[in-house]
């Protein structure tokens, strides 16, 4: 890849960090985020500045020539989105649109960060021309924000991982693994739903179909995801076994069990045949995911 300046929105989670974990050889790489995160041994160079704040990013447009934009920033809480839609509209759809615009007048290729809640989950396995219907707000924003995508920017692609896992950088909230993995640690019990179903997404495969898409530029949309469709608790098992922790504190409930504010979508996993083909990305299964993530551990440590 030749040397190239990215930017990536929302720099700080969990695909921020498989980002910077796997980010080619002589790429500048610029991350912004709303806090002033201090990141030991950090590969990108972090900037605080909200998307929201259209002047700040003209600024930043107006300093550094960008080749790709990876923007994946925005409210992601299901519950808080749909109690909040307004305020998530703000983070989202008006981020979205600032970004684009700018990578259009800029000449930049724009990678929106998109998300499986915009399928419905009663047709599973989805592909990228499946027509979508969310069920949730936070859905419904993140496929008016792909709309905003389309029309805003010159060149662009939409990426929608699925539920991903990984290790977050310390200051930010726990994924799905990690959460697991620090209650079976502690020898904590858990109760893990049995009736949602998806392909878990290792985030350094994320990363790497990423930035395939800044070295290829694709148009269109690239569902990513692993190999392995299963549920909550299925995943659970799998991490107490590649780690060696005790699967017999994990209980398997429905979906009923734990009242939530938004409705979930049943099973939107993906097919991810164009992601292999035109991204030169396999997926994984979620043992090898798991065993990758537990060899980096030292790295995390």
Not at 62 to 72: K, L, P, T, Y
Not at 105 to 127: C, M, W
Request: hydrophobic letters at 40%; glycine letters at 8%; aromatic letters at 6%.
């Amino acid at each position: 890849m030749r040397q190239r300046t990215v930017l990536v929105t929302g720099g700080t989670g969990l695909l921020g960090k498989g980002l910077e974990e796997t980010a080619p050889a002589g790429v500048r790489l610029i991350s912004i985020h709303q806090r002033d995160y201090r990141v030991k041994g950090s590969r990108a160079e972090h900037r605080v500045l909200d998307v929201r704040d259209e002047k700040g990013l003209r600024e930043l447009f107006s300093s550094v020539r960008f080749d790709a934009v990876i923007h994946a920033a925005g409210l992601a809480s299901v519950d808080y989105v749909e109690k909040h839609p307004e305020e998530a509209r703000g983070s989202n759809v008006t981020g979205t649109s600032h970004i684009a615009r700018l990578c259009r007048e800029q000449g930049a290729h724009l990678i929106y960060v998109s998300t499986n809640a915009v399928f419905d989950g009663k047709k599973a396995p989805y592909r990228e021309t499946d027509p979508i219907n969310p069920v949730n707000a936070y859905g419904r924003i993140k496929a008016e924000c792909e709309e905003v995508a389309r029309r805003d920017s010159g060149s662009w692609t939409i990426a929608r991982p699925i539920l991903m896992y990984g290790w977050n950088h310390v200051v930010t909230r726990p994924n799905t693994a990690t959460w697991i993995y620090d209650k079976l640690l502690k020898g904590e019990s858990l109760k893990l739903v049995d009736d949602v179903y998806e392909n878990p997404l290792y985030n350094i495969q994320c990363a790497r179909a990423l930035w395939a898409c800044v070295e290829r530029k694709p148009g269109g949309v690239f569902h990513l995801a692993g190999k392995d469709t299963l549920n909550r608790h299925e995943f659970g098992l799998k991490l107490a076994g590649v780690f060696g922790l005790d699967a017999s504190l994990i209980e398997a409930v429905d979906s009923s069990h734990f009242p939530s504010i938004a409705p979930r979508p049943p099973n939107t996993s993906f097919v991810t045949e164009r992601m292999e083909r035109e991204l030169g990305v396999s997926p994984m299964t979620v043992e090898q995911g798991l065993a990758a993530m537990k060899d980096s551990m030292e790295i995390v440590a």
